[in-house]
């Protein structure tokens, strides 16, 4: 089981960036997709989820109104849309999977390596 997140990087106050989220060796098109970040010396927020089918979305609201979530139903990948960027979203993203739709994404049943996300002030 390999969920392998990727496409953060630095950017300024205000920026864009989009994470992907590619999940392999197990059924992750049937799975509810997650992001969580963890920042240095914080506890790991859940942001945002999506069910199997992309019927049900769920968004933190430290998040709200920033970043979309999607993915693409039927397939093993999920995206980040994350705007306007703050620099508390410094952080580290990872990606998660459960087999049920639930707002607790730190403890989804599957989670993979993070990547970094700097937002510069």
């Known amino acids: 089981v390999q969920l392998q997140a990727s496409g953060g990087g630095v950017v300024p106050a205000g920026g864009s960036l989009t994470l992907s989220c590619v999940g392999s060796g ?18 790991r927020e859940g942001l945002s989820a999506i069910s199997a089918s992309g019927k049900h979305i769920y968004y933190a609201d430290s998040v709200k109104g920033r970043f979309t979530i999607s993915r693409d139903i039927g397939k093993h990948r999920a995206y980040l849309q994350m705007n306007n ?37």
Do not use: H, M, N
């Open 26 to 43: 197990f059924r992750s098109d049937y799975y509810t997709l997650g992001w969580f970040r963890q920042a240095p010396g914080k506890e």
């Open 85 to 121: 960027l703050k620099p508390e979203d410094t952080a580290v993203y990872y990606c998660a999977a459960d087999g049920r739709f639930s707002e607790s994404i730190v403890g989804y049943d599957y989670r993979g390596q993070g990547t970094q996300v700097t937002v510069s002030s």
